[in-house]
Nanobody, 120 residues
Framework: VQLQASGGGLVQTGGFWLLPCLPC????????MGWFRQAPGKGREFVAS????????YYADLVKGRFTISRDNAKNTVYLQMSSLKPEDTAVYYC??????????????WGQGTQVTVSS
């Protein structure tokens, strides 16, 4: 499974940005999906996840109410919609995937990441 996050860029504080991730897999609708990020000098942290059907989502407290994860199984795409962006949201964003139970996330597949920079 290959995951390709794209669409990174430079955005101003308070702005909006949309990241897509297109997994190269036939059975995309079988995979639970997640987004992670890694800021300079910090470890990778969880951002959000969405179940294979899209019926369940989960967010890190830091982004709750500002970010929205969604998916379009017909287009084999998962999105991370980011609003009210802050400079501390600056990071490389990764999409990831796992099969199996939504309640036991074990990410098996990772994309290469895309840089999002929020200017102050």
């Amino acid at each position: 499974v290959q995951l390709q996050a794209s669409g990174g860029g430079l955005v101003q504080t308070g702005g909006f940005w949309l990241l897509p991730c297109l997994p190269c897999v036939r059975t995309f609708s079988s995979y639970n999906m997640g987004w992670f990020r890694q800021a300079p000098g910090k470890g990778r942290e969880f951002v959000a996840s969405i179940s294979w059907s899209g019926g369940a989502t989960y967010y890190a407290d830091l982004v709750k109410g500002r970010f929205t994860i969604s998916r379009d199984n017909a287009k084999n795409t998962v999105y991370l919609q980011m609003s009210s962006l802050k400079p501390e949201d600056t990071a490389v964003y990764y999409c990831a995937a796992w099969l199996g139970s939504w309640y036991k996330p074990q990410y098996d597949y990772w994309g290469q990441g895309t840089q999002v920079t929020v200017s102050s």
